[in-house]
């Protein structure tokens, strides 16, 4: 055992007999954990590779999404407490119309924040710099009201499906939930990617991203491209949203989105901001190390591990683990 | 304001002078005329003047980085941290170090700072735009977590008694404080003024325009960019040992990422890349939401709209930026067009530098 | 005087009752009742003043304001009853929000002290603020009461001013240690901490306390909301007991997620835990859960309780007793002729009195000398007193 005594003896730990215990147990919880960051993070590169934006309050998106799930499952006449015994057919379809809610509040409020904030700075050609400012306004703004809404404290969780345990992988309790979170998120990125890559509009994306003045030459629709492209980014982040609140229903509160947020982004940057596959990879990546870290160094050295790990792959892979790539004609 | 701008550079340098120095003298004294819509009803006004000038202070050695040699930093909260935690860890009783006295800390602090400025500089000023902001990004919290995780720098439990002589503060009320820091705000406007007219300064606005063409025309981008990154963080460094001898107590919850954010809203609002305009964008980011304490519940809502509506009608700040290219600009300019310097249209971060859409 | 007589039988009678249907997890179960002597902000309704008053300065609208607002409600229907009974002395309750930070606090201290018509305060309700600006109340002695700050070292900053409204962590510690060997009869404890103030204060007095049956430990984040790895840990270690020293935010989602994963240890908080919000964030995880705290439970204070709803439109929550209590006291001293800060603070120094929910004497460091600390646990859904510990 590897717990120590006195907790004050050492501030940070080397347990590697810890981690070598928990490795499997952590390695379920950061792939679906991971997950959650790696559909985040997809909103953030989409945007990114299109407009070369870092869209700050796509944390405050998400969150929206958080609410709409709570507000759904509320309105659907479920109250905190125990879970309900639903059948699987009912939690599937329950949890269907949550998501498609969320996605839809989500999707609202991404075009909702291009519309209002930053195309008016685009069609007066402002800094790049502005649009930063602007968008952490948006996102005090977003946080604000739904704090004047729904208070300062987390809504009462709602929980429709109790987490039951599948099966073991090496000794680790995989329960369905773990499951679920990785399902989803693996099949809401090949859905983007297949999107991104197959579609005519998708195209169109991939186009702008590249050269959005040959772009437009060639016919392409760059505002519709632009309204498309936050509307995806802002889908995918309400089905996180939903995904997150099944994982930890006590999600639903006005400033839950930042964290995440900015983790998030660090999973985008670490596998390689404008990359679909880069957004995913740097996810699951960033929830096992966080995972890991914990086990090794220590409950509180979370979130610092995340970004150490960051500034590390920077300096050696200044584009990030698998590089840009939605401006670049890929092969 | 454009004319009010050309009237300005119009006239001469004692002319100037004569406007700037009452206006310097007001505002010293301002805390005690106590003006009675200015006047913070909420909280106490010397203190929320103080916070608004070191707030100023910070903008300034932000504008450095951000505005003058275009490099965005979004952890420069970690510099302020450094700098408040230097001079915590050398006045507090709480602190197993040494004590000196807290005037000795002000420069030690901006010295270490400095140094820290090297280091985070040094291996990621090679990457390019957003990647430098989130590298700088995972710094700011990277400190920030240090100071909570590292027992000796105590976390939330914090210093008490920061900058105290024998349990007595340096300066017994806020109004004195706020005096310091107005002054040392004149002194860095001086030295960093300097600065931008000399060589240093306009290697960074050729590194701001465009590095690589700076990098052709032999112009050592990564040297300079160095520079500005290290003044910024001393600028950063001092102003947090002034917080922490002021407010007498360090914890590492006043250096989270919402600070950096709103030291950036401040440069941004104000102009970035002019000097006297980051010292009235600090005012609007400290000022109004301490001005308008009582209505808590609203405060960051207006001030979250007010940023987003202020960045649509006038994206290049209050005071836009302006090209300082020549040492004596002024008195060239007279000479070959008998009237001042123009004043570039637009921010010198234009447009096009980064393509957004 | 029949009547109070028939009300404290009436009183001890519930609590009797309330005694002996509680679990099996009880000490000495009965909720203290309304003392029949316990101050009463109404007083002899014949007291004069003018343009005195007190301040509440503390968290209203910033993080764990819950805890905040509950004192709030407790002083602001002590100043309300007071005021009804006593037409000729109307004392204003100022309300002033420091969100609980620690660099917000000086600036609106100063500005409670620039006031000269208030000269007493309720608050401030944190231990990191109460740090950063005691020493301004100290110079400008104006007298504080802090119902819920429970940060030991306060008290050794050699601050006149200051006064605790209940016991602090040193006692807090060891009678949580007590009660988790004790009642709970835990021979293996968790002890989990956040990074705040409060949470390593007391998670280090309870470790202290509980000497070798604290065999694992380990840190959690304010704001954190996923504790897979610390819960793997604990399910690993298999305690009989875990102790989250922190705040109801954080300890709603870890109660959940250590339900969750099957850990079938108790789940013990201290009193920033002992929440309404906490049981509603747990779901589940609430089942298994106590709390210790140095607040007195208000089940037999009916005439408070009731009043309480009424005025306040809520249901009293942690501390508000104390809140209620030591603006009482205050009030007193307002009523005694006080008009100004050094004789209030004079009075609170000197004071000797029964409250609602203790005796009210304080040594010269600022501490009570009647430090009762209570257990409680969930009962469908609800925190029911659980016995008191010391």
Known sequence: MSASLVH???????????LAEQFWNNTVDGLAQGGIYALIALGYTLVYGVLKLINFAHSEVFVVGAFATWITFYLLGFRSGATPDLSVIEIIGFLAIACIAAMAVSGATAVALERVAYRPLRNRNAPRLVFLITAIGASFAIQQTLKLIFGLNQQPQIRLLQPEPLFKIFGAQVTNIHVILFVAAVLLWFIADYFVNKTRLGRGIRAVAQDPDTATLMGVNKERVIIVTFLVGGLLAGAAAMFYMMRIPQGAIYNGGFLLGIKAFTAAVLGGIGNLRGALLGGFILGLVENYGQSLFGGEWKDIVAFVVLVIVLMFRPTGILGESLGKARV | ??????????????????????????????????????????????????????????????????????????GYVGFFAVGAYVAALFTSPDSTLHKIPYLWTLPIAMAITMVFGIILGTPTLRLRGDYLAIVTLGFGEIIRLLADNVDPLRGQIGFQAVGTVGGKPLFADATTWYRVVVLIIVGVLLLVGNLERSRVGRAWVAVREDEDVAEIMGVP?????????????????????????????????????????????????????????VLLGAVVVAYLPLRFVQIAEYNYLIFGIALIILMIFRPQGLLGARQRLLARGRQAYHRLIGRGEQVSGESALSGDHGRVG | MLAAAAALAMSACAARDEGGSSGENTASAAAPSQAANAANPAGDGKAVCSGVSLAYAGTINGASAALGQNILRGADLAVKQHNQANPNCQVTLKQFDTEGKPDKAPGIVTQVINTPDIIGVIGLPFSGESKAAGNL?????????????????????GWKTFFRGMGNDAVQGPAAAKFLTGTLKANKVCVIEDDSDYGVGLASQVTQALGAKASCTDKVKTGQTDFSAVVNKISTESPDAVFYAGYYPEAGPFAQQLNDKGVTA???????????????????????AYFTCPCVPEDAFKDFTAAFKQTEGADPGTYSPEGYDVTTILLKGIDSGIKDRAALLNFVKTYNGQGLTKKFQWNDKGELSDTPVWSYRVENGKIVNNGQIS
Do not use: C, H
Not at chain 1, 8 to 18: A, C, E, K, R, Y
Not at chain 2, 48 to 64: E, T
């Open chain 1, 8 to 18: 004050t003896q050492s501030w940070i730990q080397f347990d590697v007999s810890g």
């Open chain 2, 1 to 74: 304001m454009t004319t009010i701008r050309d009237r300005w550079n119009n006239l001469s340098r004692p002319a100037q002078w004569a406007v700037l120095v009452p206006l310097v003298v007001l505002i010293f004294f301002l805390p005690d005329l106590n003006p009675p819509i200015i006047a913070t009803t909420g909280t106490d006004f010397p203190t929320a003047m103080f916070d608004v000038a070191r707030y100023a202070l910070v903008a300034i050695g932000l504008n450095v980085v951000v505005g003058q040699a275009g490099l965005l930093d979004l």
């Open chain 2, 221 to 277: 981008t990564y040297k300079f960019k160095i520079w500005a990154f290290v003044i910024g963080a001393a600028i950063g460094g001092l102003s947090g040992a002034l917080y922490a001898g002021k407010l007498g107590f360090v914890n590492n919850q006043s250096f989270d990422v919402v600070t950096s954010m709103l030291f950036l809203a401040a440069v941004v609002l104000g102009g970035a890349g002019n000097k006297v305009g």
């Open chain 3, 137 to 157: 109340f100290n110079q400008a002695g104006l007298v504080t009461i802090s119902p819920s700050a429970t940060n030991p070292a306060l008290a050794d900053n």
């Open chain 3, 266 to 288: 108790k789940f013990v908080g201290p009193d920033g835990v002992k929440d309404a919000e906490f049981v509603k964030g747990a779901g589940s995880g609430a089942n298994n």
